[in-house]
């Protein structure tokens, strides 16, 4: 939710309330439960949904305005974001492990097939031409590959970062792998620094389902008090 912002949610509500009147529970359901841009596109378990409703109508009149479902999905603190089945994975590999991802990948062919792919320079090229599976190439790490998959993981446009990088060599680019190591774990992503916590990940069967998880607020953030 938190990805869509305000601007999302405003035209979301006014798409369902067609005369901006406060939402019943069952236009409340449809708003949260519709895909973007009609909805919110929240998924529920049994009792989530009812249970939600009772918490945005803070007033306990029965329905739900524009202003409390602000007030609610802005101001908490994590808010969920269902990943797709489809997901959107990273591959990146400093030069002494490109040999040990491509390894990698062509054992895991099969399963990396079923998502979308994305990957730095000659690490993604590699991956291609041993596999055969369709990479995105992004920019080589030191000309800002790594930040490019920094601002994908920001923007909610990557769920899984398989990096394996070199804890004995020193990279000219040092600050920027921090700072995607940093990003990944703050917005919750899968990440697997080497070949076991990999094999872990992609042969769980959550791969291939929707997951929920926890992402941070950033409209709280930028409220914050300074």
């Not at 969920?80 to 040999?99: C, G, N, Q, W, Y």
């Not at 995105?136 to 899984?160: T, Y």
């Not at 940093?182 to 990440?191: D, K, P, W």
């Amino acid at each position: 939710m938190e990805g869509r912002g305000r601007v999302g949610l405003e035209h979301a509500f006014r798409k369902q309330s067609q005369d901006n009147h406060d939402l019943p529970y069952d236009e409340f359901l449809s708003l949260t439960t519709s895909p973007p841009p009609q909805g919110l596109g929240l998924h529920f378990k049994p009792g989530e949904a009812t249970a939600l409703f009772a918490k945005v109508d803070t007033n306990n009149d029965g329905r739900v305005s524009l202003q409390e479902l602000l007030d609610h999905f802005t101001t908490s603190q994590d808010g969920t974001e269902v990943l797709p089945t489809r997901k959107r994975i990273a591959l990146v590999a400093h030069d002494s492990f490109k040999t040990r991802l491509v390894e990698w990948c062509l054992r895991w062919k099969e399963e990396l097939g079923r998502h979308e792919l994305m990957g730095t320079g000659t690490t993604a090229r590699k991956v291609v031409e041993a596999t055969g599976l369709p990479v995105e190439v992004l920019q080589s790490g030191p000309f800002g590959g790594d930040q490019q998959i920094g601002a994908r993981i920001s923007e909610h446009r990557c769920d899984m970062l398989i990096f394996f990088w070199d804890p004995l060599a020193t990279m000219a680019h040092d600050q920027d792998v921090k700072a995607l190591l940093r990003i990944a774990s703050l917005y919750n992503v899968m990440l697997a620094p080497n070949s076991t916590t990999a094999d872990m990940i992609i042969s769980n069967y959550l791969v291939g389902e929707e997951v929920k998880v926890i992402r941070p607020n950033m409209a709280k953030y930028i409220r914050r008090d300074v």
